[in-house]
């Protein structure tokens, strides 16, 4: 599964050992981890019975745009380039060029359908946009 998605609740269930066995052969042929193939295949269920996920299909700004804590992303331009990127309280006051990061995808996501791809940064009107590639979860990106 897309490794930006963190899963901070632990669920557990038993099935029996045949069952076990079917999900195993199941993930490998996707590619995917166990855990990964049962995770997606409840999402895919609890849409078909008609369930809204909240946050399911958060897009890159809300997940990367201020952590938590507040702190905000800026990246420091040197030149026409981006020589880094860190997140802080507010704009760094240091006398070098710092400017704010914006996050998001290429197309709406879907965590049950998509993977993002590395991102891809562009300095635009005094703003770094870093731009995740969204693309259908395939054997083509596992």
């Known amino acids: 599964m897309d ?7 632990l669920v557990q269930f038993r099935v029996p050992t045949h069952m ?3 999900i195993d052969q199941a993930a490998k042929q996707k590619c995917q981890s166990k855990s990964d193939y049962v995770r997606q295949s409840v999402v895919r269920q609890l849409e078909a019975d008609g369930i809204t996920i909240p946050g ?7 997940l990367y745009d201020r952590l938590t804590d507040g702190k905000q992303r800026y990246a420091l331009i040197v030149g ?16 070098r060029n710092w400017i704010p990061v914006v996050h ?10 998509h993977w993002r791809l ?15 590639p ?4 395939s054997l083509e990106h596992a």
């Open 56 to 62: 399911a299909a958060a897009d890159a700004g809300a």
């Open 118 to 132: 590395a991102p891809v940064y562009a300095i635009e009107a005094g703003r770094v946009v870093c731009t995740y």
């Open 104 to 113: 998001v995808d290429s197309e709406p996501f879907d965590v049950a359908r």
């Open 20 to 22: 076990s066995a079917a």
């Open 134 to 137: 969204v693309v259908a979860k």
């Open 80 to 95: 026409d380039d981006i020589a880094g990127i860190s997140y802080h309280d507010a704009k760094p006051e240091d006398g």
């Open 3 to 9: 490794a930006s998605v963190k899963f901070e609740q």
